[in-house]
């Protein structure tokens, strides 16, 4: 089994406080190295250059613009991404930091969510550069989909329902991709992708669409399937990164505000309005077990449809298989054969084999049957 490598973040900040302070934003999810001089900071990253690099206004007797503009001009950080933190609003320092490439600048008191959003966005950056490589419906579905999603995420941090048109819009190219029978180099190109939460969805979303067209559901209905597996897990972006990140063993606390993603899901449903059955259904029901061991309502049996027994089939499948900072994914196979023994009571076993041989069938010469994006 690979083992993972956390991403590095330096914090470049003659500021201790401030530098205690970020890193124990960040630790849960990144490893951080913290240097408050530019000798050390210097030395130590042309050994082992960082992922991104986070610059206070000063480092040492350096100004922090000072430090970046000459970080640029060396080869081997020109191309890291930086994000400044100011101590307030200063558009001559932005439009300066603009000048050396510089484009993330974010203001004291620095928000966590805010912080570890701009983060992922830097690192993912140059995965989704790669996305222009595809065939145009596939590139489509990528970045309509992450622009979906992210503006799901912005709608939720500043107070407010997100809109629904644009998330079906966006799965309708999903959906497209999947009827072409395009969906493998689609799934390889987001493997790497930093924002764990919209790899996963996006998993989500393109196995419902895929079993939706597989058992011949009409167009309209495999784009509401495919909106529900997109948005299964938007009740999560209100639950802290640290605890979503955490290593260790949840306290019953954090266990209980993580099951509570899903009555939050629900009701920002509502607000957003009539969103369709199918959605409604994927969104409330991907955590429930037919053996009744599932949450938020224990349903059990005949109280789950086949839409959302297959929901909860691929919601096990991909948290098996996702990449994560703190866990090393399963291969398909293993986590197949998990769901097949041990979960075998939770888990429909009739739809269990049609979900792997639809896997079989999408993915070329079992490239993806060992190792799921």
Same mark, same amino acid.
């Given at each position: 089994?690979? %083992?993972?490598?956390?991403?590095?973040?330096?914090?470049?900040?003659?500021?201790?406080?401030?530098?205690?302070?970020?890193?124990?934003?960040?630790?849960?999810?990144?490893?951080?190295? !913290?240097?408050?001089?530019?000798?050390? $900071?210097?030395?130590?990253?042309?050994?082992?250059?960082?992922?991104?690099?986070?610059?206070?206004?000063?480092?040492?007797?350096?100004?922090?613009?000072?430090?970046?503009?000459?970080?640029?001009?060396?080869?081997?950080?020109?191309?890291?991404?930086?994000? #400044?933190?100011?101590?307030?609003?200063? =558009? /001559?320092?932005?439009?300066?930091?603009?000048?050396?490439?510089?484009?993330?600048?974010?203001?004291?008191?620095?928000?966590?969510? +805010?912080?570890?959003? *701009?983060?992922?966005?830097?690192?993912?950056?140059?995965?989704?550069?790669?996305?222009?490589?595809?065939?145009?419906?596939?590139?489509?579905?990528?970045?309509?989909?992450?622009? *979906?999603?992210?503006?799901?995420?912005?709608?939720? @941090?500043?107070?407010?329902?997100?809109?629904? !048109?644009?998330?079906?819009? $966006? #799965?309708?190219?999903?959906?497209?991709? %999947? *009827?072409?029978?395009?969906? @493998?180099?689609?799934?390889?190109?987001?493997?790497?992708?930093?924002?764990?939460?919209?790899?996963?969805?996006?998993?989500?979303? +393109?196995?419902?669409?895929?079993?939706?067209?597989?058992?011949?559901?009409?167009?309209?209905?495999?784009?509401?399937?495919?909106?529900?597996?997109?948005?299964?897990?938007? !009740?999560?972006?209100?639950?802290?990164?640290?605890?979503?990140? &955490?290593?260790?063993?949840?306290?019953?606390?954090?266990?209980?505000? %993580?099951?509570?993603?899903?009555?939050?899901?629900?009701?920002?449903?509502?607000?957003?309005?009539?969103?369709?059955?199918?959605?409604?259904?994927?969104?409330?029901?991907?955590?429930?077990?037919?053996?009744? =061991?599932?949450?938020?309502?224990?349903?059990?049996? $005949?109280?789950?449809?086949?839409?959302?027994?297959?929901?909860?089939?691929?919601?096990?499948? #991909?948290?098996?298989?996702?990449? /994560?900072?703190? &866990? =090393?994914?399963?291969? $398909?196979?293993?986590?197949?054969?998990?769901?097949?023994?041990?979960? =075998?009571?939770?888990?429909?076993?009739?739809?269990?084999?049609?979900?792997?041989?639809?896997?079989?069938?999408?993915?070329?010469?079992?490239?993806?049957?060992?190792?799921?994006?």
């Amino acid at each position: 089994m690979v %083992v993972l490598m956390k991403r590095t973040v330096a914090i470049l900040d003659g500021d201790v406080h401030q530098r205690i302070e970020l890193t124990g934003m960040l630790q849960s999810v990144y490893r951080v190295r !913290g240097y408050g001089e530019p000798a050390l $900071a210097l030395t130590e990253m042309q050994m082992e250059p960082p992922d991104v690099i986070l610059l206070g206004q000063r480092i040492g007797e350096v100004s922090g613009f000072a430090f970046a503009r000459d970080l640029r001009r060396n080869r081997r950080f020109a191309a890291i991404p930086f994000i #400044c933190i100011s101590e307030k609003e200063d =558009s /001559r320092l932005r439009d300066q930091l603009l000048l050396v490439g510089v484009k993330m600048m974010l203001v004291q008191p620095v928000d966590q969510r +805010a912080l570890m959003a *701009a983060i992922d966005g830097m690192m993912s950056a140059e995965v989704e550069r790669g996305w222009k490589e595809l065939p145009k419906p596939q590139r489509k579905a990528l970045e309509g989909t992450i622009s *979906a999603f992210n503006n799901v995420a912005r709608d939720l @941090a500043e107070g407010r329902p997100p809109a629904i !048109g644009p998330v079906s819009e $966006a #799965c309708a190219s999903l959906v497209d991709v %999947v *009827a072409k029978g395009d969906l @493998a180099p689609l799934l390889d190109k987001i493997r790497n992708h930093d924002n764990f939460t919209y790899v996963h969805s996006m998993r989500f979303a +393109a196995f419902m669409a895929l079993f939706a067209q597989t058992i011949g559901l009409p167009r309209d209905m495999q784009i509401q399937v495919a909106t529900g597996g997109l948005l299964h897990d938007m !009740g999560m972006m209100t639950i802290p990164p640290w605890i979503l990140h &955490k290593q260790e063993v949840l306290t019953a606390a954090e266990w209980k505000m %993580v099951k509570n993603h899903v009555p939050t899901a629900q009701k920002l449903l509502q607000a957003m309005g009539q969103v369709g059955r199918g959605i409604e259904i994927i969104v409330g029901q991907h955590h429930e077990r037919l053996d009744g =061991s599932g949450y938020p309502l224990g349903l059990k049996g $005949a109280q789950l449809n086949e839409l959302a027994r297959m929901a909860g089939i691929i919601d096990v499948f #991909c948290g098996l298989t996702d990449r /994560r900072p703190y &866990k =090393s994914p399963l291969s $398909a196979n293993a986590a197949l054969e998990m769901m097949a023994t041990t979960m =075998s009571g939770q888990l429909d076993m009739d739809l269990l084999p049609r979900f792997r041989d639809i896997l079989l069938a999408t993915i070329p010469a079992g490239q993806e049957i060992e190792e799921v994006s």
